[in-house]
């Protein structure tokens, strides 16, 4: 059975996908056979990602591994009907094409798209990063102007709620599980952090997801992208790249606090991850 991590929050720039590539390595890393599908049609960040490793393999000869990627798009017919049909056509046949895989890691766009809303019916995890700001909060739920209390949920939780209806009256076993993590965690903005976390805490039970440790704001995420590495790919003897600070470090201590709270079917993450 393959397992679909879904990348998604209808906000650009909050971590979607820098986050399904670490992913994507560290479940390579661990042995397991993992296929991507980037729907954001227009930025292709997670496509034009591992391009760029596979660039860095040829230039570099170094022996790096890649995930089986399919494209579904763009779809542009004479009618937006016409359109969505092709579309939910290619989606499907993508994941079908990715029946071995263990894992198949999506990347939705920070917009509501029909590909990113058919994608959420077939998540069994859904991954949100969102950047420690009450902007991005704002995607998740409504706070009362005057007393700070959430007064709603809003676009985002709503669409995964949408989701896990549908899920559940097509029959579909299991249901979604939904984690939300902080990125690009300010070092020094502490008193910003506390309430954040105080109210996503507070969030997490009335629309149910569950909180995973985030990652810190360091500027090796934005320097890693043009050769397609990650920072599990840096260290050891044979790396492409010097694990060169303390912050690297911690930064692949994050991402394995973030692997093992998603509780993945039998993924137990091996040393070289
Ligand atoms: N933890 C982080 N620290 C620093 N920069 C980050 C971090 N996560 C993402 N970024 C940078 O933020 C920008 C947006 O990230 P991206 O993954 O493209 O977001 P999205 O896919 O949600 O639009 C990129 O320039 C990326 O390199
Ligand atoms: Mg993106």
């Known amino acids: 059975m393959t397992h679909v991590i879904i990348l998604g929050n209808e906000k650009g720039g909050s971590g979607k996908s820098t986050t ?3 992913v994507i390595v560290a479940l390579m890393k661990s042995g397991r056979k993992v296929g991507a599908i980037d729907l954001d049609l227009r ?16 230039i570099k000869g170094k022996q790096l591994e890649l995930p089986m990627v399919v494209e579904v798009g763009p779809v542009h017919l004479d009618s937006r009907e016409a359109s969505k049909v092709q579309e939910t056509e ?16 999506i990347d939705c766009p920070g917009a509501d798209t029909h590909l990113s809303r058919l994608a959420h019916l077939y998540a069994d995890t859904v991954i949100t990063p969102l950047n420690d700001s009450f902007v991005d909060f704002d995607l998740l739920a409504r706070l009362h102007p005057e007393t700070g209390k959430v007064s709603g949920p809003s676009l985002y939780s709503e669409m995964v709620w949408e989701a896990r209806k549908q899920r559940a009256l097509t029959g579909v076993p299991g ?21 954040m976390g105080e109210k996503l805490e507070d969030l997490a039970s009335r629309i149910g997801f569950r909180l995973a440790r985030g990652f ?13 590495l990650t920072l599990l790919d840096l260290g050891g003897k044979d790396s492409p790249v010097r694990l060169s600070t303390m912050s690297h470090v911690t930064a692949r201590l994050e991402i394995r606090s973030l692997i093992a709270s998603l509780n993945l079917p039998s993924a137990e993450m091996s040393e070289a991850a």
């Open 216 to 228: 810190g704001d360091r500027v090796i995420y934005r320097e890693l992208f043009p050769m397609g």
């Open 90 to 105: 290619n989606f499907k046949s993508a994941l079908e094409g990715m029946g071995a895989c263990d894992f198949v890691v």
């Open 175 to 195: 249901g979604i599980d939904w984690v939300v993590m902080r990125n690009r965690l300010s070092a020094t903005r502490a008193r910003n952090k506390k309430n």
């Open 20 to 22: 399904a590539m670490h």
């Open 43 to 58: 930025q292709r960040s997670l496509s034009r990602y591992i391009e760029n490793r596979k660039k860095f393999i040829e």
